[in-house]
């Protein structure tokens, strides 16, 4: 038994749920435009003058977020793997450190048109350990504030 074996699915699942007063398009096209995904990707705080993108089932993607306050640059890729405009989007996701890339996690959200807006629900997984899962919480939970301010701009 390894120790990933004996964590629980809810240590290593990452679920978070945020609506937006914009059509399900707008918030998807926020997540596949480079445009407008370079205006609200990362944490707060961060910026993000990298971004490659090939939206497409099996296209690769890549961005670079710098901090404005450190200066330093973290690098995420993935392939894109599920494309169904505007109800949902799934690709892979990993950091890229010193040109290695480190532990794969499969993102997938879901889009939903509710009244007045969009409900996205997002779930990751599966992260090596809690910590992953805790600090993919803090960085996204802050990278949907962002993403709230524009697509409700």
């Not at 910026?47 to 497409?56: A, G, L």
């Not at 793997?81 to 290695?100: A, M």
Request: net charge negative; proline share 4%; with cysteine.
């Amino acid at each position: 038994m390894t120790a990933a074996d004996s964590m629980t699915q809810e240590e290593t699942t990452l679920r978070i749920t945020r609506d937006f007063k914009a059509s399900p398009e707008k918030v998807y096209d926020a997540w596949t435009n480079p445009e407008m995904l370079v205006q609200w990707w990362g944490p707060e705080g961060m910026t993000t003058p990298e971004c490659e993108m090939d939206v497409r089932a099996g296209g690769h993607w890549k961005t670079t977020m710098t901090s404005t306050k450190e200066g330093g640059a973290y690098t995420v890729s993935g392939i894109y793997k599920v494309l169904e405009r505007p109800n949902r989007l799934c690709f892979s996701w990993g950091w890229i450190n010193d040109g290695v890339r480190g532990h794969e996690t499969d993102v997938d959200l879901t889009f939903e048109a509710i009244e007045g807006g969009t409900r996205m629900t997002m779930v990751q997984k599966v992260f090596a350990d809690p910590e992953q899962t805790k600090n993919h919480d803090q960085g996204w939970s802050s990278s949907f504030n962002d993403l709230k301010r524009f697509v409700e701009a």
